[in-house]
């Protein structure tokens, strides 16, 4: 019953994030999502790699495939959902650690790179205690085609994804080491793995 309040609150704040991104833009921005559908259908869980995977994932990403809508076309924030582990008490105040985020083109060439804490962007900050949109303003990054955006949590949020059935052709894992995609899949038992979708927009002009 618990997880089921948890999910329908984290819904609303995703959908009320969504709005307030659309509104916050100018007429002119357009927004892409990760994800098709709507997501009060879905069934939306919190991640962070380092949990799932272990220590080596603080050099993991969730990375998503975009495509930009035309070309040169300037990306000036990003948003996802997260959650820094702050529940209204002084005992869960988060320590602070460093998150990071990435643009990369189709080759996986590095365009764009952020790092900062995670205290200013998300629950703590916001007195937020559920998943809260998590919004990084980007200096009008032209791209053009295919492009990646890979966030890196390192433990210090969890963020939204998506169970699907079949290995995802846009969401993937991007590895630090070898600058490489592996597939979005997690262990979710033994000799169990889940593909998932990231739950991410990207909004440019």
């Known amino acids: 019953m618990l997880l089921q309040i948890i999910?329908?609150?984290?819904?609303?704040?995703?959908?009320?994030?969504?709005?307030?991104?659309?509104?916050?833009?100018?007429?002119?921005?357009q927004i892409l999502y990760s994800?098709?559908?709507?997501?009060?259908?879905?069934?939306?869980?919190?991640?962070d790699l380092v949990s799932f995977i272990g220590a080596p994932a603080f050099f993991f990403a969730e990375a998503v495939k975009f495509n930009a809508p035309k070309s040169n076309?300037?990306?000036?924030?990003?948003?996802?959902?997260?959650?820094?582990?702050?529940?209204?008490?002084?005992?869960?105040?988060?320590?602070?650690?460093?998150?990071?985020?990435?643009?990369?083109?189709k080759d996986l060439k590095l365009l764009y790179k952020f790092a900062d804490s995670q205290l200013p962007y998300s629950n703590y900050a916001h007195n937020a205690t559920l998943m809260y949109p998590l919004t990084i303003d980007i200096p009008q990054i032209p791209v053009s085609g295919e492009f990646y955006m890979c966030f890196f949590d390192r433990g210090a949020v969890v963020v939204?994804?998506?169970p699907i059935n079949e290995t995802s052709k846009t969401s993937f894992i991007y590895v630090e080491d070898g600058n490489r995609l592996i597939n979005s899949t997690l262990p979710t038992?033994?000799?169990?793995?889940?593909?998932?979708n990231w739950i991410m927009a990207v909004s440019g002009n």
């Open 7 to 29: 999910i329908s609150c984290l819904l609303a704040l995703l959908l009320a994030g969504i709005s307030a991104a659309a509104n916050e833009k100018s007429s002119n921005d």
């Open 35 to 47: 994800y098709e559908g709507n997501l009060t259908d879905k069934d939306i869980f919190p991640v």
């Open 73 to 105: 076309w300037k990306i000036n924030a990003v948003q996802l959902y997260a959650w820094d582990g702050f529940n209204g008490t002084n005992g869960s105040i988060p320590m602070e650690r460093i998150i990071g985020l990435e643009i990369r083109d």
């Open 160 to 162: 939204a994804a998506e």
């Open 189 to 196: 038992g033994e000799n169990l793995v889940t593909p998932v």
